[in-house]
């Protein structure tokens, strides 16, 4: 069963940058077909929306309090997708997720793909 996968986390000081990376487990798999977005998870909190971009890179959508600091970007060809993280504050602490699901899709007007998929998530710490 196709998975996505998060990396480039890790511990980074107030101010600094991370570059997110999402991969499919499966190079197969049609990723050029999937709106794909961001998810944090701050501990003790809820899951939040950060950020989605459409199927061929062509529309974004940012969380508004996020926007400015934290770039989505993709490489079809490559079968990825970015997150661009700067400026980071403590608060950006969190695991963050990649999805392709209803709420991502529908962010960016894609159509929804036909089951969920999800990672397991990459930490970010932002501390000094």
């Known amino acids: 069963q196709v998975k996505l996968e998060e990396s480039g986390g890790g511990l980074v000081q107030p101010g600094g940058s991370l570059r997110l990376s999402c991969t499919p487990s499966?190079?197969?798999?049609?990723?050029?077909?999937?709106?794909i977005g961001w998810f944090r998870q701050a501990p003790g909190k809820e899951r939040e929306f950060v950020a989605a971009?459409?199927?061929?890179?062509?529309?974004?959508h940012y969380t508004e309090f996020l926007k400015g600091r934290f770039t989505i970007s993709r490489d079809n060809a490559k079968n990825m997708v970015y997150l661009q993280m700067n400026g980071l504050k403590p608060e950006d602490t969190a695991v963050y997720y990649c999805?392709?699901?209803?709420?991502?899709?529908?962010?960016?007007?894609?159509?929804?793909?036909?089951?969920?998929?999800w990672g397991e998530g990459t930490r970010v710490t932002v501390s000094s």
């Open positions: 971009i459409s199927f061929d890179g062509g529309f974004r």
């Open positions: 499966d190079s197969g798999f049609a990723w050029d077909y999937y709106a």
């Open positions: 999805a392709a699901d209803s709420t991502v899709a529908q962010a960016v007007g894609n159509i929804p793909p036909g089951r969920d998929y």
